[in-house]
């Protein structure tokens, strides 16, 4: 059978349950719910280092994060990786083409794509007036030095006054054409045009958005602004200590303690998902126009999640499931991958590893030893099977440091500085609103994780184990020394 096309739409900071499909009250995604409806959706998703460069490092290594050595978030440390996902693809016979966010290092590091069109978005460490015009995103980035051509050399996503990961939200101030969201649709479907039509394409459309700044155009922030919104989940353990501290600061890790200004950041994010929503639509219409759709796999995914103000919390980074639980649906064209069950879920645990060898095996390529992964072919053709049982996350996040165990039906959490342990029995309690860790009910099965727990951390560096028990107070580090370039 002819090789497929392979469309990868990566989405940053998309929490799994702010979909139509997965039954969100308040946010519609029309084209993404006529993706789960032709395809198979992974309801039990994850992100296992909930941030930006670990689980890109996830995706596009196929590694967990012991071996790709990413356990939380640190900016400028350069990317090493024998294998890649666009470099085993392109070796495949693939053209390999990515628009959008990479967030690697050097910038312009291709990790095996034959061509990148960029946009990090405002990337803090590659915005300082120190760092080379290579490495600057007013240079390096395309998506900003092509805003400038339009709008002049002063043009920038911060116009509106919003910073990269606040709660603060208002309307896009230009033509909607100049968006980011925009713009990578526009050049995904100008890639469709200048491809080589004798050639199977593997293109990754990686949008930035729903990431903030919550800047949506107008039309979409009117779709949410006066309906009366679902409040953010709030557990019986969490404190408002730290909102009470943090609540004013317009990027602090609680969001905002004036409830006005939460409504207002729902009302900003849900215009991105929505808007978000209908540029991947428009993707897809042009797909069917260049008459590639129907011998074209989509893998739709995000790379993590957002709090949103669940338990007075912000971002991401947190072993909680607006932060780690993750959107994944995989549909293909009627010409390939004969036997895939329309509208069907599968429940069973996979994460961002899992992309790489999926979409090897679609290939038809080896799929490299040092990937961790699993393909999802088997759960496609037959979502009742299984591929893990559980699976370990983490994040290095100073004094808010953790470790976590999921499994289909509950969570293990432990904070590695204070040796704090929760848990939460997911079938019954999906927000994780009570925690069960004290509940002689549980013990049996509390201590039955936290043994996957000291198995999956036995060898660490950090020392968080002795391979008996779990040993709080170790300093997490970001970065595992001796990957990376370290």
Not at 293 to 299: A, E, H, K, P
Request: proline letters at 6%.
């Amino acid at each position: 059978m002819k090789q497929p096309n392979i469309i990868l739409i990566m989405t940053d900071q998309l929490r799994g349950d702010c979909l139509g499909y997965a039954g969100h009250p308040d946010v519609k995604t029309p084209y993404l719910d006529t993706l789960a409806s032709t395809g198979v959706v992974f309801s039990r998703a994850y992100s296992a280092c909930p941030s930006c460069i670990a689980a890109r490092a996830a995706l596009h290594t196929g590694m967990e994060q012991t071996h790709h050595g990413r356990v939380g978030y640190k900016d400028r440390i350069s990317w090493n990786y024998e294998h890649t996902m666009a470099g085993e693809l392109a070796q495949a016979g693939y053209y390999t083409q990515c628009v959008g966010k990479m967030h690697v290092h050097p910038l312009r590091n291709y990790l095996g794509f034959h061509n990148v069109e960029l946009h990090d978005g405002n990337l803090g460490a590659a915005r300082r007036h120190s760092l080379s015009y290579s490495e600057s995103q007013l240079s390096a980035d395309d998506y900003f030095y092509w805003l400038k051509q339009e709008l002049g050399i002063t043009a920038d996503v911060n116009e509106t006054g919003i910073e990269c990961n606040s709660f603060i939200a208002r309307p896009w101030i230009h033509e909607e054409k100049y968006h980011p969201t925009n713009w990578v649709t526009q050049r995904s479907i100008d890639f469709l045009r200048r491809r080589d039509p004798r050639k199977p394409f593997f293109l990754m459309a990686s949008y930035l958005r729903p990431h903030p700044p919550f800047d949506a155009p107008y039309y979409y922030f009117d779709l949410y602004n006066n309906k009366e919104l679902t409040p953010p989940y709030v557990g019986t353990w969490e404190t408002d200590k730290y909102l009470k501290r943090d609540g004013r600061l317009y990027d602090s890790r609680t969001g905002p303690s004036d409830p006005e200004l939460i409504r207002q950041a729902q009302v900003g994010y849900y215009a991105c998902i929505t808007h978000l929503d209908h540029q991947i639509g428009r993707l897809i219409l042009a797909l069917k126009e260049y008459e590639v759709f129907d011998n074209s796999i989509i893998l739709f995914t995000s790379d993590h999640g957002e709090e949103l103000c669940d338990h007075h919390m912000w971002r991401k980074a947190r072993p909680y499931e607006g932060s780690c639980h993750i959107p994944m649906i995989i549909t293909a064209g009627k010409n390939v991958l004969p036997g895939i069950v329309p509208s069907s879920v599968c429940r069973d645990i996979v994460e961002l590893r899992d992309v790489m060898p999926t979409l090897l095996d679609i290939a038809g390529a080896e799929i490299p030893d040092t990937v961790d992964g699993h393909s999802l072919l088997p759960l496609v053709r037959d979502p009742g099977q299984s591929l893990r049982s559980w699976l370990h996350g983490e994040h290095a996040f100073s004094e808010f440091s953790n470790h976590w165990i999921v499994t289909k039906c509950d969570k293990y959490i432990w904070y590695s500085s204070s040796g704090e342990e929760q848990y939460f029995n997911l079938e019954g309690d999906p927000h994780e609103l009570n925690n069960l860790i004290n509940n002689p009910s549980y013990q049996e099965r509390i201590s039955e994780l936290r043994e996957h727990l000291i198995d999956s951390l036995s060898g660490r560096p950090e020392g968080y184990t002795d391979g008996k028990k779990l040993i709080p107070g170790r300093t997490a580090v970001d970065v595992l020394y001796g990957f990376c370039g370290e």
